[in-house]
């Protein structure tokens, strides 16, 4: 069973200006409202739409602290440190892992040929991993064809 997190944060909204600001970042879900104070939801998924939206876990954190209730307010800090440091988690999740097309070589003929290899590669600037136990390499597809061509010589 996942860990649902769900976190409820009282803020002052003065004006309507303010209330559209908030639902419209989608980094909460409104519980309920009253003339001049909002209660919500933040939720994984909701904030997941505001990072896709381009607002930032920096953004989102400001606004709280900007617009808390006047009682939470006086509070150092006012939006508790394990909020914050979810919702920047859950931004760092975004961020994680990164696609790039590569290369994987393995099975080369001795120590030396591997290592030549994984310079020519890191002359590149094009060397992503490498396991100089086992001599496997991956590289950048743009240094492809120069490792290709070293190995190549090397026959």
């Keep these: 069973m996942a860990a649902h997190f769900v976190c409820s944060i009282c803020l002052l909204v003065p004006t309507l200006n303010s209330s559209r600001t908030l639902n419209n970042c989608d980094a909460t879900k409104v519980e309920y409202q009253l003339p001049n104070l909002i209660v919500g939801a933040i939720t994984k998924e909701s904030l997941y739409n505001a990072f896709e939206n381009g607002i930032t876990a920096e953004q989102i954190i400001s606004f709280l602290e900007q617009n808390a209730h006047p009682r939470v307010a006086e509070r150092v800090p006012s939006v508790p440190e394990n909020v914050t440091d979810q919702i920047r988690l859950w931004e760092s999740d975004l961020n994680r892992v990164e696609m790039t097309e590569s290369y994987y070589y393995d099975e080369f003929p001795s120590r030396d040929v591997f290592?030549?290899?994984?310079?020519?590669?890191?002359?590149?600037?094009?060397?992503?991993?490498?396991?100089?136990?086992?001599?496997?390499?991956?590289?950048?597809?743009?240094?492809?064809?120069?490792?290709?061509?070293?190995?190549?010589r090397q026959k």
């Design 115 to 152: 290592e030549g290899a994984c310079d020519c590669a890191r002359e590149w600037n094009g060397l992503l991993w490498e396991d100089s136990k086992k001599m496997h390499m991956v590289v950048k597809t743009e240094v492809h064809p120069h490792v290709r061509d070293y190995l190549r």
